[in-house]
T-cell receptor, first 112, second 115 residues
Framework: LAKTTQPISMDSYEGQEVNITCSHN???????ITWYQQFPSQGPRFIIQ???TKVTNEVASLFIPADRKSSTLSLPRVSLSDTAVYYC?????????????FGAGTRLAVHP | GAVVSQHPSRVICKSGTSVKIECRSL??????MFWYRQFPKQSLMLMAT?????????EQGVEKDKFLINHASLTLSTLTVTSAHPEDSSFYIC???????????FGPGTRLLVL
């Protein structure tokens, strides 16, 4: 499984765009990139998933360059409620399931 | 869609007793369920993977006789912490996938405190 590297923490202010970059230099051909958000004492919440180029949904965008060795989660106009830990994961759908290994994550603090 | 529940949300027990945690997929059939453990200020650690009707696959370092996993149906998996000790106190989280091409959906977690 590819190992991921993210910044340990980030700070931002309400209304700003936040970009969190994740490195996954050893990503394999069949690996997808998935981002989760976790609040204290809650289970992780799925944010977005992609394989290559750009993916956008109602809460975030995911940018993946052609070499796929990194990815960037973009959160537009963050609010205080976006303060959480964000995990970047790389996993392969094989053997009937997608096994995920969580790294340390990025602790995002949004300030008023 | 893709809602996963856990019960109980928190439990306190005495050292030496066993505790059972349930994980249910409420609106879908889960081909595979996963169990994680998370200590304060740390990341999630995968404990085991279970498929309905099969024995669970445990990660290295996880004692299968201590953490019993049963996946009796496509919507229910249980984790039993046997002879719990204070060091087993942690946040236990389950997740489930609908099919082979989907990511994991997580439950809300269960806080276990062993006195």
């Amino acid at each position: 499984l590819a190992k991921t590297t993210q910044p340990i923490s980030m700070d931002s202010y309400e209304g700003q765009e936040v970009n969190i970059t994740c490195s996954h230099n050893n990503i394999a051909t069949n690996d997808y990139i998935t981002w989760y958000q976790q609040f204290p004492s809650q289970g992780p919440r799925f944010i977005i998933q992609g394989y290559k180029t750009k993916v956008t949904n109602e809460v975030a965008s995911l940018f993946i360059p052609a070499d796929r060795k990194s990815s960037t989660l973009s959160l537009p106009r963050v609010s205080l409620s976006d303060t959480a830990v964000y995990y970047c994961l790389v996993g392969t759908f094989s053997g009937g399931y997608n096994k995920l290994i969580f790294g340390a994550g990025t602790r995002l603090a949004v300030h008023p | 869609g893709a809602v996963v529940s856990q019960h109980p949300s928190r439990v306190i027990c005495k050292s030496g007793t066993s505790v059972k945690i349930e994980c249910r997929s409420l609106d879908f059939q889960a081909t595979t369920m996963f169990w994680y453990r998370q200590f304060p200020k740390q990341s999630l650690m995968l404990m085991a993977t279970s498929n309905e009707g099969s024995k669970a696959t445990y990660e290295q370092g996880v004692e299968k006789d201590k953490f019993l996993i049963n996946h009796a149906s496509l919507t229910l998996s249980t984790l039993t912490v046997t002879s719990a000790h204070p060091e087993d106190s942690s946040f236990y989280i389950c997740s489930a996938t609908r099919d082979t091409q989907e990511t994991q959906y997580f439950g809300p977690g269960t806080r276990l405190l062993v006195l």
